[in-house]
């Protein structure tokens, strides 16, 4: 069964840094395209990067260049590192398993409860 | 980036009705649209690929459909458990983008 299990987020100050793990399991972390994808309070979703198979990453306007995925294969965990966090930032944060296989078709199939990030003074 | 719109942006039902959904993309994307449901509090839950196709486990009474930049979500029979907020959203381009939401509430 596939799972996806958030952590790390929390209270924050403005222009803080968090990271934020997704634990995966019941598949292969190293063959999927994981996603993160996040809801501020009361609002829409937004889709905010995807890290590749092959490693290769993108993001999302809005955070390019203060965020960075990342992913440890051997834990099976993806990472979301925030720097230069703004109130703006402030969601619940989802990882989301692709359902591609042999390529991205950013389509969420799986998604983790989320993990709530707060940036505030 | 590909603008959704959805409308309504919210909309009373009861148990039984029909209820129809719509999602406007600001450019043509074929069928690469999917939709999703959520729940307070939880995470959304995948229901429909490529603009028509149901997801394993979701109820017949889900159907979508659409292609260019017009598509719908119904939902026939509404249910006790289908109230909730919908979402589409375009998989033709990164980043993929979220319509901003419908939510189906109980008359």
């Known amino acids: 069964e596939v799972q996806l299990v958030e952590s790390g987020g929390g209270l924050i100050h403005p222009g803080g840094s968090l990271r934020l793990s997704c634990a995966a399991s019941g598949f292969t972390l190293s063959t999927s395209y994981m996603t993160w994808v996040r809801q501020a309070p009361g609002k829409g979703l937004e889709w905010l990067s995807v890290i590749y198979r092959d490693g290769s990453t993108y993001y999302a306007e809005s955070v390019q260049g203060r965020f960075t995925i990342s992913r440890d294969n051997f834990r099976n965990t993806v990472y979301l590192q925030m720097n230069s966090l703004g109130a703006e930032d402030t969601a619940v944060y989802y990882c989301a398993r692709d359902r591609g296989g042999e390529s991205y078709w950013g389509i969420f199939e799986y998604w983790g409860q989320g993990t709530l990030v707060t940036v505030s003074s | 980036d590909i603008q959704m719109t959805q409308f309504p942006s919210s909309l009373s039902a009861s148990v039984g009705d029909r209820v129809t959904i719509a999602c406007r993309a600001s450019q043509s994307i074929s069928t690469y649209l999917n939709w999703y449901q959520q729940k307070p509090g939880k995470a959304p839950k995948f229901l429909i690929s490529?603009?028509?196709t149901l997801q394993s486990g979701v109820p017949s009474r889900f159907s979508g459909s659409g292609s260019g930049t017009l598509f719908t979500l119904t939902i026939d029979t509404l249910q006790p458990e289908d109230f909730a907020t919908y979402y589409c959203?375009?998989?033709?381009?990164?980043?993929?983008?979220f319509g901003q939401g419908t939510q189906v509430e109980i008359k």
């Open positions: 959203q375009q998989n033709f381009r990164t980043p993929q983008t």
């Open positions: 490529s603009a028509s």
